[in-house]
């Protein structure tokens, strides 16, 4: 059974600064890539930052040079780092996980339950 345990977020002021965590539990897996997207009300889920197994990130327009994505060494653990916050940030931000069997090329993608980030003065 895999889980996604995220941790961290909560309120931020703009210009400020939020660390978000994502841990994953469960046998029988290697890491495909892990990351965040988040959403707001009535829009469709954006990509915030992912980063693979091999270290090669990838960040959403809106956060980039911002944001900072990185990967524990068990590769278990995804860090995300947000600076220079903006109201532009507030949302709903999900762990996404997407994992692969060993000796198997297909994954399977995994969601977080959620954690509010919300950037306000």
């Known amino acids: 059974q895999v889980q996604l345990v995220e941790s961290g977020g909560g309120l931020g002021q703009p210009g400020g600064s939020l660390r978000l965590s994502c841990a994953r539990s469960?046998?029988?897996?290697?890491?495909?890539?892990m990351g965040w997207y988040r959403q707001v009300p009535g829009k469709e889920r954006e990509l915030v930052a992912v980063i693979r197994s091999d270290g090669i990130t990838n960040y959403g327009d809106s956060v980039l040079g911002r944001f900072a994505i990185s990967l524990d060494n068990a590769r278990n653990t995804i860090l995300l780092q947000m600076g220079n916050l903006k109201p532009e940030d507030t949302a709903v931000y999900y762990c996404y996980a997407n994992l692969l069997r060993y000796g198997r090329s297909s994954g399977t993608v995994y969601w977080g339950q959620g954690t509010q980030v919300t950037v306000s003065s």
């Open positions: 469960g046998s029988g897996f290697r890491l495909g890539e």
